[in-house]
Every structure is written in C-alpha cells, then in structure tokens.
C-alpha cells in the first residue's frame, strides 16, 4: 500500500536533510480550529503564526462556530475569545440560556418572584407575609396555608429554594454543553494551542503555527496539505520542523491510507508528523496495512502518542468558580470523558521544543521527555483522596510495553505529580527506528 500511496503523490521520498545554521524551529498545528465556519478549501488556507500575544487576536479572526446538541436541541456557539468556553460566559452570550437565564432573574427579584413562581407551578404564590383574613373555604386555599404557615415579613424564604432549583436546570443544561462531543473537540483544539504557546518560548528562533483543518478533510483528501506545506509555507519560505496533529488515528483502513499519504508528506516537508493514537478500528484485514505502513519509507516520519492529556479543571468551588449561578461540572454522574482530554501529540510537541530551547540543532529527540505543571484535579474514592492521572489512566509495564510494539509512544501519569513522562520517542517504524527530523540528520 505504501509504494502505491507514494507514486499517486507523483513524488519520491527524499533523504532526511539537516537544519541549516540559524534555521528557526517552526511547529505547524493541525487542528480544526474553526468548526463549521470554513470559507476556503483547505489547498487555499493558509497557515498563521500564533503567540501569547496575538493568540486572542487569531482566535477572533477563525471565529470558531460550534454545532452542539444539546437535550435534543440544536445549539450553536460562537467563540471570539478564549473565555467564551467557561460556564460563566457560555451562560451570558449563548441562546441555550436565554430563557432559563430571564426565569432565573425574575425569581431573584423580589418584585417579579411571585409572578415568575406562578408561571412555573401554574397556581397563585402566596404572599410573604398574608393579611388576617377570612379562615380559607377551598382545599387549594387550606393546602396553601398549610404550605405557607404564618411567615415573616420580608423576602420569602422560598425564594432561594426556586433559584437553587433554576440553578439546577441551568447546571443540568450547561453540563450538557460541556460535554457535547463537538463542543469538548473544539475547546480541546483551542485550550491545547493555549498550552503550547504558554509551555514555550516562542520568538523567532521557535515558532508555532496553526493551520485550520478538519478531521474529516484529512481523511477525504489528505493530499490538499501538499500545496500548504510547500507552496504555501510561509512568506519567508522558511521550511516547517515538526507537523503536530490533534486529530486522532486508530489502524483502520481509512486512517491508514491518511497516515501513508500524510507521512509521505512530512518526509518531503522534512518534517515529522506527530499525531494523536486512538485505539481500535482495525481488525484482521487491517493489520496486514498496518505492518505495511510499519515497513514504509515514511514509517520513519510518524509518531503517535497516547493517551491523551488533561486540558482544564472540571468547574467548581475547589478548582474553578462559576459565578453567574451554582455549578459543579462533576456532579450529576461525571463520567472519564466528561474531563476535557487534548491529544497526545500536544504533550510530545511541547517536549520537543523545549528541547530545541535548551539545545538548538543539537537536540535529540529523547532531551526532555517530561511536561510538568498539567490541571491537577484530586478526587475523593473509598473516602481518600486521589490525583487524577493526566494522562487518563496508570499504564502498568505490561501496557506499556504493548503499546511500544505496537509503534505507538505511551504517555505515563505520575500518581503524586500532575505531570507526564513520555515513556520512549521513536516513530511507528518496525523495527522500532527514532522519528526522522532535521535535529537527528
């Protein structure tokens, strides 16, 4: 399949060519970085440097739009700045809220609390503190002064019981959100590009690029990168060093052929491609591709990474505040992929440009292998406490070792520390082979 994909490509693969003296470290991401807000086909995009400084600037200009469902509903969000994924803004700017936000304000006001409780129950509120009067005649007279009793004056104290169940509905909803596939892979995207230009010091000699490009495009045609990474590389023609991927790849056929096609790619951009493992997809028929691609040329060019690695806190008191209402992400059945997980390939990125910080073109590929500072969110189980492993789960050695075979790079949690360790660098070549790059030529 591999000699196939190369002579559809029109290309052979070159020898791997060394940096050249000054020649900065250019890293382009690929991501879906806008959702369903795609004006060019992906030959004619092009990619765009990003930083710390410009980084809300170039958020704003791709205007990522979001297609969630949310309780059946259809929901779009748009983002223009990185703030716009927390509760608090979703809550404000979103039109999933808008209603519950105007029922939720009208029961915390006292003037509008009785008329807004009995649009929701449907019967008369009775006042705070009710007029002597006549002993009630009717049940529903009776069972209301039962319910209500003899009250003081001033607020009514079930007022707070209608906003705490507003804010129940609204939490319910907003988890919902949250959680919806479409919306947790782009907050993913964005929160990982985040990482990486606060984890690196990016400037002229190291720099971080992002090119706006969807799995489903990869996977159509994987090809339309070429023109982008050649052509279209930059006004300074200056060649990219490392190709990092935040869509993932199991060994199915279809990502497979995207995976050939892609490393046949890097290795003429003299750039590796580092990509996100996901397990399964193939079967018996599959593995046989599989061990082709391992045997390939451009085998030496791919490296994937797994598992994935924690983004962000889950919202709460303890971690982090929502204030517009009361919220915690993690009640209400928080489940594994309920946390907001970032690609594998975020963490092996991050480590090799630190790499480059501390040793230019002398680098290899194995210089820093850890990435500290990662969300460290404890939980409690069997009444003790517990660090959340980063990187989803403990590998013992046995799973480890199973997926280094596999050509796969395990990403190992520290269970004191929220940080990683990347257990080797090597590509997806059999045998096992270090990943191709301009800092090992």
């Known amino acids: 399949m591999a000699a196939s994909l190369i002579f559809e490509l ?24 806008s959702g369903t807000n795609k004006p060019q086909a992906l030959a004619q995009r092009a990619a765009r440097r990003l930083d710390i ?97 003899q009250l003081p004056s001033g607020p009514d104290p079930r007022q707070a019981d209608y906003v705490a169940a507003a804010d129940a509905v609204i939490a319910s909803r907003m988890r919902a959100l949250l959680h919806d596939p479409a919306f947790q892979r782009m907050e993913a995207t964005w929160r990982g590009a985040h990482l990486l230009t606060t984890s690196l010091e990016l400037g002229d000699e190291l720099q971080l690029h992002v090119l706006d490009v969807g799995a489903d495009e990869l ?52 750039a590796p491609l580092l990509a996100a493992g996901t397990p399964g997809g193939g079967d018996a028929e599959t593995a046989a591709d599989w061990n082709a691609l391992r045997a390939s040329q451009q085998a030496k060019w791919i490296a994937l990474a797994c598992p994935r690695i924690l983004l962000r806190l889950p919202y709460g008191k303890a971690t982090d505040p929502v204030t517009a209402f009361a919220f915690e992400e993690t009640d209400g059945g928080f489940e594994h992929e309920h946390y907001l997980w970032g690609a594998g390939s975020l963490a092996c990125t991050a480590m090799l440009g630190r790499a480059f910080q501390e040793n230019g073109w002398d680098m290899t590929a194995s210089d820093v292998l850890d990435l500290d500072d990662l969300p460290a969110h404890v939980v409690r189980r069997d009444g003790e406490s517990h660090l959340q492993p980063c990187a989803e789960m403990l590998l013992d050695e046995s799973a480890r070792d199973a997926l280094l075979r596999q050509g796969v790079m395990p990403l190992l949690s520290h269970k004191q520390r929220a940080a990683v360790r990347l257990a080797r660098s090597q590509s997806i070549a059999d045998p096992a082979a270090e990943l191709s790059g301009p800092w090992n030529t």
């Open 10 to 33: 029109g290309f052979a693969l070159p020898d791997a060519q060394p940096a050249a003296p000054g020649q900065p470290f250019r890293i382009l991401l690929l991501g879906d970085f």
């Open 53 to 149: 400084d410009n980084f809300d600037r170039e958020l704003a200009r791709l205007a990522p739009a979001i297609g969630a469902t949310v309780d059946g509903d259809a929901i779009a969000v748009e983002v223009r700045e990185l703030d716009d994924f927390h509760p608090d803004q979703l809550y404000q700017k979103s039109h999933a809220f808008t209603d519950l936000r105007a029922q939720r304000e009208r029961l915390r006001n006292p003037a509008t609390f009785a008329q807004a409780a009995q649009d929701l129950t449907g019967q008369a509120h009775a006042p705070a503190a009710p007029a002597p009067q006549a002993a009630a005649h009717t049940p529903l007279d009776r069972l209301v002064r039962q319910l209500v009793g």
């Open 219 to 270: 996977r159509a045609d994987p090809q339309a990168l070429h023109r982008v990474l050649t052509e279209r590389a930059g006004a300074d023609s200056e060649p990219w060093s490392l190709l990092c991927c935040l869509h993932g790849f199991d060994t199915g056929a279809t990502d497979i052929h995207t995976l050939s096609v892609l490393g046949a790619l890097a290795a003429q951009a003299q």
